[in-house]
């Protein structure tokens, strides 16, 4: 069941995420955390 929300212009019922792939960049001496997710995605219609 998906809610209606007049506000958004996606179609987000219609495709869904096959895979992720992270590519991050980790900065232990100053914390930081940088990186880039990519998603394969499907359209199902």
Known sequence: MYL???HILS???DVYSTHIHLDLNIDFEN???TGKAT???IHVN
């Open 39 to 41: 998603y394969d995605i």
């Open 11 to 13: 179609n987000f019922q």
């Open 4 to 6: 209606t929300d007049h």
């Open 31 to 33: 914390r930081v955390i």
